[in-house]
């Protein structure tokens, strides 16, 4: 079966740096569809430099470390996302939430290393301990500095995610090997399946689950006292999505989870995207979703018409109503061309 395997996101298979590699190349999609537009807060780099060169880690040391940049008064982000810049590239970026009653509240921990140098940026916003991480998904770009924290740390993540990083073994992208052996003890042990929510007043906040997209196990972080949102690697910025399907991720899925966030969350303050290092504006998402409808409709109609994945991929051109978004048309197969085909699998005799 050529053309399946030529649609099957090989990407998967190599190893990490072709994981960096691919991560590049799907943000600097998005950069090129236009730079993020969020202007919240300042970015105190020298600040940054001067925490990170105190930092006693195992850091990586040919990357820029990410510094602390203010959002709210109790809101903060980790940087180290900009993938334009490669020497920045740490992972994810980050929500650091002060809560009144319960400590930091942090959203996810990035690549391998980075562990010690974010918790010495929190510690020069906050005298108050991280005592909650929320894990957005498996991914080792996402998890894999757990282990650096203490392990008092109450670990949070969907039941699927969880279910993911205890695997004995797995690709490197899922990255369970940091948790294997006496590590398992930085697995999340608060788990949830549809909706969770921690704390209660101006501290709270709340864990959903829409289903399958990214993997199958994506929690979307909101803060209904700053309207604050994580959605994880679910908007990864505006370029065509990774849709992890090792790991359960559907782009059918995608289309129901993004629809549903349009509809369950109105005009989010502040969206933090994992792979952006600056919030992006709340219609971004809205307009994202809407060209994930109309592209799984394209690819659902071709399918019923007798084209062949190779051909909707090769013949796809952006509705003009949807100027913004990249498509993603480097390497072989390109990310179009993946997704293309995960899509019409999917939706093959529906
Ligand atoms: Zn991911």
Redesign the pocket.
């Known amino acids: 079966m050529p053309a399946i395997q030529v649609l099957v996101p090989s990407s998967l298979r190599f190893g990490r740096r072709p994981f960096l590699d691919r991560a590049r190349r799907y943000a600097l999609g998005g950069l090129a569809a236009g730079a993020a537009a969020g202007a919240f807060g300042v970015r105190d780099r020298a600040f940054g430099a001067a925490v990170a060169a105190q930092t006693p880690s195992n850091q990586p040391r040919d990357i820029t470390p990410p510094t602390i940049t203010k959002l709210r008064e109790n809101l903060y982000s980790i940087g180290g996302a900009d993938a334009e810049h490669r020497s920045s590239w740490t992972g994810g970026s980050n929500l650091v939430f002060v809560t009144r009653n319960h400590g930091v509240v942090l959203v996810d921990t990035k690549n391998p290393g980075w562990g010690r140098h974010m918790q010495t940026l929190i510690r020069s916003v906050t005298d108050k301990p991280v005592t909650t991480i929320v894990i957005t998904?498996t991914?080792y770009?996402?998890t894999a500095s757990n282990i650096e924290f203490p392990d008092t740390v109450d670990f949070v993540a969907h039941v699927n995610c969880v279910r993911s990083m205890s695997q004995a073994s797995c690709n490197r992208t899922t990255g369970c090997e940091y948790f294997q052996g006496e590590n398992a003890r930085y697995l999340p042990k608060i788990t949830f399946r549809d909706r969770h929510t921690l704390f209660e007043g101006d501290d709270r906040v709340d864990l959903y689950y829409f289903g399958p997209a990214?993997?199958d196990g994506d929690a979307i972080v909101h803060i209904p006292s700053l309207n604050a949102m994580h959605p994880?690697?679910i908007y990864p910025g505006r370029y065509s999505p990774?849709i992890?399907t090792i790991n359960g991720g559907s782009g059918v899925g995608y289309d129901t989870v993004l629809t549903q966030m349009v509809k369950t969350f109105a005009n989010v303050d502040i969206m933090l995207p994992?792979h952006r290092d600056t919030p992006e504006p709340w219609a971004r998402l809205q307009e994202y979703a809407a060209w994930w409808t109309s592209f799984v409709g394209y690819v659902r109609d071709g399918q019923k018409a007798g084209r062949s994945p190779q051909e909707l991929a090769d013949e796809y051109r952006l509705p003009p109503e949807f100027p913004g978004v990249g498509l993603n048309t480097l390497g072989a197969p390109t990310r179009l061309h993946i997704n293309t085909g995960v899509i019409f699998d999917e939706v093959k005799g529906s």
């Open positions: 998904h991914h770009d996402h990214h993997t994880g690697d990774f992890d994992a």
